[in-house]
């Protein structure tokens, strides 16, 4: 279901004029697509957080004279230290059209102890149904072992939706931890470098 915004046309640019919408609460955006030219906009700060939360909510955008568009989020300005929104790209979208999105990897169940499970590739590029983005992709590692890999091809994927990426490309595996092996390898070598200088050091005089 579409996330609905009431959105304002903007008709000053700049940071300047970026940076009053963004201490006023909203957030610049510009819409985009299907051969239209560029339409800028105002989105409420609050409202626009909430939705961007999901990379791939469906935006129902209602602009001041009644006019919607249907739109996917195509990419996201962050603050570099307060991470809010500082600017959306958006794209129109619209019912029976396929976009190539990024869905994110989520592993589900438990590996067999103490092996642990690993996402080796955070998101998939799906083609999917426009009005219909899944918000994840599910990999079950439940009872699997160390050496155990899914690839890109062996996922299942959501209902309607074509991978895009290399079937052979890894997306999740399965393997023993190798902290203990790295710390027990660290002493030693702490251990091996503390004898060669106790016995370098000089006897001492009677």
Known sequence: MAEKLNVELRED???????????ESRIPAVLYGHGQDPIHLSLPGHDTALAARNPNALLELVLPDGETHLALIKEIQRHPLKRSLNHLDLIIVRKGEKVEVEIPVVLTGEPVSPAAAFVDLQTLTLLVDALHVPEQVEVDVEGAEDGFQVFAGDVTLPQGSELVNDAEILVASVALPRVEEEDEETEEGAEEEAAEESSEEPAEEE
């Open 13 to 23: 640019f700049g940071k300047g004029a970026s940076r009053r919408l963004r201490a």
